[in-house]
């Protein structure tokens, strides 16, 4: 077992702000681990013909200039090689691929990080994992029973696959309107959600996005289970393309699946080939099991990303910090944080 003094878990967005803010406090004794065989965080699974100039917006790791290629370029290698670049330029070692199993309390002031054979016996730890890893699927009565192809955002590769066939896309956040701008080029596509989508016709400011957060960030501390920030905000879409998506046909949720597509409860039916789930993710916090940290409500209290029952703990990436906006603020907040527990422990030593 290694003694450090802090861990990272994760190194998508949240984490690598993380790891620049500890090194900015003077922490250089700290370990970061991947699960991932290469940088890019969750970006790095996009799928290829998702282009940079049809993503919201990459926003800039601290100290790092904005994200600056093609906008034809596929989304997944541009952010790729900008997370790469970053972690060489400050010097920020990361581990791969490591799967982190588990974290449980350990002797003395520690927390040990589990992953494998290996093990971190830390003073404090960063939770950076984000929620590529758990997707969501909702339940439907006659699911199994589906003649065709279920496939959820997580598992979409390529557009092509799709070609003159009839598609349900059921989800109303932002990788439902990617897909189905792509989608709706090349085949029969249904949107599905459960209520009809409405779009903003404001822009996405520095004000909406932090009044968004501050949404997400009253339920964490209430110990509820996030909201999505884009479930806050409501949806955007590209100027150009709002029109298409408003003319796409769309129907409100239905109440089963059938083996050859979906029924409502008024009888009405819908054949189709694929019924693809852009129905979001949740957090992947199944390693922190250990500690015991789920409230009444089924979340985790939260102040803000230091964990309530547990303050060697700092979730970044969770929440309110969960979007790419706050995922750098998070990772401050995380880092001064831990810079205060480890100084408190040093001087209470004295």
Same mark, same amino acid.
């Given at each position: 077992?290694?003694?450090?003094?802090?861990?990272?878990?994760?190194?998508?967005?949240?984490?690598?702000?993380?790891?620049?803010?500890?090194?900015?406090?003077?922490?250089?004794?700290?370990?970061?681990?991947?699960?991932?065989?290469?940088?890019?965080?969750?970006?790095?699974?996009?799928?290829?013909?998702?282009?940079?100039?049809?993503?919201?917006?990459?926003?800039?790791?601290?100290?790092?200039?904005?994200?600056?290629?093609?906008?034809?370029?596929?989304?997944?290698?541009?952010?790729?090689?900008?997370?790469?670049?970053?972690?060489?330029?400050?010097?920020?070692?990361?581990?791969?691929?490591?799967?982190?199993?588990?974290?449980?309390?350990?002797? !003395?002031?520690?927390?040990?990080?589990? &992953?494998?054979?290996?093990?971190?016996?830390? #003073?404090?730890?960063?939770? &950076?994992?984000?929620?590529?890893?758990?997707?969501?699927?909702?339940?439907?009565?006659?699911?199994?029973?589906?003649?065709?192809?279920?496939?959820?955002?997580?598992?979409?590769?390529?557009?092509? @696959?799709? #070609?003159?066939?009839?598609?349900?896309?059921?989800?109303?956040?932002?990788?439902?309107?990617?897909?189905?701008?792509?989608?709706?080029?090349?085949? !029969?596509?249904?949107?599905?959600?459960? #209520? #009809?989508? @409405?779009?903003?016709?404001?822009?996405?400011?520095?004000?909406?996005?932090?009044?968004?957060?501050?949404?997400?960030?009253?339920?964490?501390?209430?110990?509820?289970?996030?909201?999505?920030?884009?479930?806050?905000?409501?949806?955007?879409?590209?100027?150009?393309?709002?029109?298409?998506? @408003?003319?796409?046909?769309?129907?409100?949720?239905?109440?089963?699946?059938?083996?050859?597509?979906?029924?409502?409860?008024?009888?009405?039916?819908?054949?189709?080939?694929?019924?693809?789930?852009?129905?979001?993710?949740?957090?992947?916090?199944?390693?922190?099991?250990?500690?015991?940290?789920?409230?009444?409500?089924?979340?985790?209290v939260m102040d803000g990303t230091r964990v309530v029952a547990e303050p060697r703990l700092h979730l970044v990436g969770y929440g309110p910090s969960a979007s790419t906006v706050g995922a750098n603020r998070a990772g401050r907040?995380?880092?001064?944080?831990?810079?205060?527990?480890l100084n408190s422990s040093e001087l209470a030593a004295v």
């Amino acid at each position: 077992m290694r003694e450090t003094d802090v861990v990272v878990i994760g190194a998508g967005q949240a984490g690598l702000s993380t790891g620049y803010h500890l090194s900015h406090y003077g922490i250089d004794d700290f370990v970061m681990l991947d699960s991932g065989d290469g940088a890019g965080g969750a970006w790095r699974h996009r799928w290829p013909s998702l282009r940079l100039g049809k993503v919201n917006g990459i926003y800039p790791l601290p100290g790092f200039p904005p994200v600056d290629a093609d906008a034809d370029l596929p989304a997944s290698q541009v952010v790729s090689e900008y997370y790469a670049a970053y972690e060489q330029r400050y010097g920020l070692h990361v581990l791969r691929p490591v799967e982190v199993t588990s974290v449980d309390y350990g002797q !003395d002031d520690r927390l040990v990080v589990s &992953a494998g054979d290996d093990t971190w016996a830390a #003073r404090a730890v960063v939770n &950076a994992t984000g929620t590529w890893t758990r997707p969501f699927w909702p339940y439907y009565p006659g699911m199994a029973s589906f003649r065709g192809r279920q496939l959820h955002t997580a598992d979409f590769r390529d557009v092509e @696959e799709f #070609r003159g066939r009839k598609v349900i896309v059921v989800g109303a956040g932002s990788s439902a309107v990617g897909l189905l701008l792509e989608l709706s080029e090349i085949a !029969d596509v249904t949107w599905i959600t459960r #209520r #009809r989508p @409405e779009f903003r016709d404001d822009e996405f400011t520095e004000d909406v996005g932090r009044a968004a957060v501050a949404k997400v960030d009253e339920r964490v501390r209430a110990g509820l289970p996030p909201l999505s920030v884009v479930s806050v905000t409501g949806l955007w879409a590209p100027p150009d393309e709002r029109a298409r998506l @408003e003319s796409l046909p769309w129907q409100p949720i239905f109440h089963e699946v059938t083996p050859d597509g979906v029924r409502w409860r008024d009888g009405r039916t819908l054949s189709a080939d694929v019924i693809l789930w852009a129905t979001g993710f949740r957090a992947a916090l199944d390693h922190l099991a250990p500690l015991g940290l789920r409230s009444p409500g089924g979340g985790i209290v939260m102040d803000g990303t230091r964990v309530v029952a547990e303050p060697r703990l700092h979730l970044v990436g969770y929440g309110p910090s969960a979007s790419t906006v706050g995922a750098n603020r998070a990772g401050r907040t995380a880092a001064r944080g831990i810079h205060a527990l480890l100084n408190s422990s040093e001087l209470a030593a004295v």
